[in-house]
């Protein structure tokens, strides 16, 4: 599985800046609505199921890195959005350090084999260091799809 297979480009936030776990996920959710890749309805039911699994505990992998992530049934295939974080931001990560690169996937509950391969493919390209030094330097949408192409032709090893 490709990141080009589903990280909607059109909402891609290469500088977001918030402050909160919560404004995160909804800065990204919202970027997600607004590129029209969710219904606009179901906005507050997704970012609630998103904050739901951070219940569980959080997506913040480390390494300045996060992966919030849910199952959703308003959506018919597998989507996601990146984003920079140039700022860092508090998301309760396992190491206790600021997140600064965040990948937030919504996918249909019908479909576990699926979300579970996109979480794999973003967790192998987040593993890759210069992946996620090229990331944090990315200023604009272009330059993050550009990598996001580079990584899915393992153009960065």
Do not use: W, Y
Request: glycine share 6%.
């Amino acid at each position: 599985m490709r990141l080009s297979d589903f990280v909607v480009k059109g909402a891609i936030l290469p500088e977001m800046r918030v402050r909160t776990k919560e404004e995160a996920i909804r800065a990204m959710v919202g970027s997600l609505k607004d590129s029209g890749s969710l219904p606009a309805d179901e906005e507050e039911s997704i970012v609630s199921a998103i904050l739901k699994r951070e219940e569980l505990g959080s997506t913040g992998i480390g390494n300045g890195v996060a992966v919030p992530h849910t199952k959703h049934p308003s959506v018919d295939n597998l989507i996601a959005t990146v984003a920079i974080a140039p700022d860092g931001v508090d998301f309760a990560s396992l190491d206790g350090e600021d997140v600064f690169i965040l990948f937030l996937l919504v996918s249909p509950p019908e479909r576990p084999g699926d979300h579970l391969r996109a979480l794999e493919t973003i967790s192998r390209h987040l593993r890759n260091h210069n992946f996620c030094n090229f990331l944090r330097q990315s200023k604009t949408n272009e330059q993050v799809v550009e990598l996001l192409a580079e990584a899915d032709n393992n153009q960065l090893d």
